[in-house]
């Protein structure tokens, strides 16, 4: 007998994860859950997905990251950036800096402009709390008792501190909750993690749900194909360990690969775009343009300067006593090097007067190299970050065969208007590494240089460092059947197929002002709540397709 379930889910990272665990809580519910990647529960890597700054020893080997790449344009001089992607339980929230941000209340009153009823800041912000385990102070807009654990590091290193002082020296606001009404400033960053560990979606929601009889987790599992007949998703088709096989869906087939993977799958099944699907090799089984346009990212420059005093995490022969410690440290304490996620602090900044911030910094207290290794140099650095693009990009087919990567076109820059702001954000990065604060602990601007000081020059300047947040979003956008580019409807059906939903970061129809972990995440709770609804209610959710029809 072929295998079939009430729901088959796409994809273990910051939304599958969530899915599972919401949807397999109901004993009557089904649940099938695909990853390509392998367990997080396995040694050794379950050691590296636990530890913060584990993600160094993961983000190297094809086995754990997609290894994606963005294939830049003419504005920036045609480089290729580097574009990790988690592929394990988990997904990028194995990988990721964990780091705690919802997004502005701003960025929910534009989904609902664009004609995403139900998607407001008074309708997300009961599906933050209830993922949420905050270790701090009862707040309105917090929650407690829930899976996610929502904490402050133990530990800090010395430049956090120093940087943050540097930052209200310059005028800024302190804020210690960026959770809070209040979006602007610089503090400490809110991260996932448990007592110094890192709590992927994984971790927080899939681990919990695993040992339930009605969920079944096929890892290292590749999807070829969602198929589809008759304009309803009917399953999927496989590959794992050399055999394909399809896996049939009673309900709904639902999408979370992420915003890369989700469109590319999407593609590859004959939805999307008509010209571009023949141009690939693939038959169109339903036209839907959308599909792998409006690509959103946050282009992010940086601002590297040496640290002569020493704090930073290197690999130097000053520091070789306290890296040599760092393991016992975390060991006993969870304290130190190896419970850092590198970035440990940042804040938001309006450029343009208007109050609301359009730029992003993280700080990195350590210089960002190789992925494979510590540095060896002292430095720290500021990533600015555009947190609201008007450039748009595109998700393409590089050929009809699963096994071959997408084509990722960010398009950064192709509306000057990112740069302005990107520039305006650099120079008050600048200005804060000037502060008193910073003055025993920086040295010479390492990247992109201190001769670089017109809009002219750090134009150019800013085009060859320029890299990404590694937010991709958009590709799958909600909307309403009358906009020409959206992909599903504001419950994150499919428009034109039945039983298949797209539910991940790809349905944001305009970028989340800051980490899409977290905003993904709610995204998969809110979708959750609609499809148990619509369970409980007849006739409001998609049809339901006979078992026996499934059966060989």
Partial sequence: MTRSFDYIIIGSGSAGSVLANRLSADPN?????????????????????????????????????????????????????????????????????????????????????????????????????????????????????AELDVEKPTSYNPLTTAIIEAAVQAGHYRNDDFASERKDGFGRYDLNQRRGTRLSAARAFLHPAMGRANLS???????????????????????????????????????????TNSPHLLMLSGIGDRDALSDAGVETKHELPGVGAHLQDHPTVHLSVENPSGESYAMSRSSFLRNALAPFRYLLRRQGMFASNVAECGGFVSTDGSGRPDIQMTFLVGLKGNARVVP????????????????????????????????????????????????????????????????????????PGAEHVSDAELDTALRRIVNTAYHPTG????????????????????????????????????????????????????????????RRTPGQGPSRVAETEFQS
Wanted: net charge neutral; with cysteine.
């Fill in 376 to 447: 060896s140099n002292h430095g720290f650095m500021a990533l600015i970050q555009l947190l609201r693009p008007n450039s748009e990009g595109r998700v393409r087919l590089a050929s009809n065969r699963p096994e071959d990567k997408p084509i990722i076109e960010p398009n950064f820059f192709d509306d000057p208007r990112d740069m302005a702001t990107l520039i305006a954000g650099f120079r008050e990065a600048r200005r804060i590494f000037d502060q008193p604060a910073l003055a025993a602990k920086r040295g010479k601007e390492l990247e």
């Fill in 29 to 145: 519910i089904s649940v099938a859950l695909i990853e390509r990647g392998p367990s997080d529960r396995k040694w050794p890597v379950n050691i590296k997905t636990i530890m913060p700054i584990g993600n160094i020893f993961l983000i190297p080997h094809a086995r754990y990251n997609w290894q994606q790449q963005l294939s830049g344009g003419e504005a920036i001089d045609g480089r290729v950036i580097g574009f990790p992607r988690g592929k394990l339980f988990g997904g990028c929230s194995a990988i990721n800096g964990g780091v705690y941000i919802r997004g502005q209340e701003e960025d929910y009153a534009g989904w609902v402009q664009a004609g995403n009823p139900g998607w407001a800041w008074k309708d997300v912000l009961p599906a933050f709390k209830r993922l949420e385990n905050y270790h701090g102070p009862d707040k309105p807009w917090h929650g407690k008792g």
């Fill in 217 to 259: 987790v096929f890892e290292e599992t590749l999807v070829r194909r969602i198929v589809v007949d008759d304009g309803r998703a009917t399953g999927i088709e496989i590959e794992r360990n050399g055999k394909r096989d399809i896996l049939h869906a009673k309900s709904e087939v639902l999408v979370s690969a992420g915003a």
């Fill in 475 to 534: 590709t799958c956008k909600m909307g309403p059947a009358s906009d020409p580019l959206a992909v599903v409807d504001h419950k994150l059906r499919m428009h034109g197929i039945e039983g298949l939903r797209v539910i991940d970061a790809s349905v944001m129809p305009t970028i989340i002002s800051g980490n899409t972990s977290a905003p993904t995440m709610m995204i998969a709770q809110r979708a959750a709540d609609f499809i148990l609804e619509e």
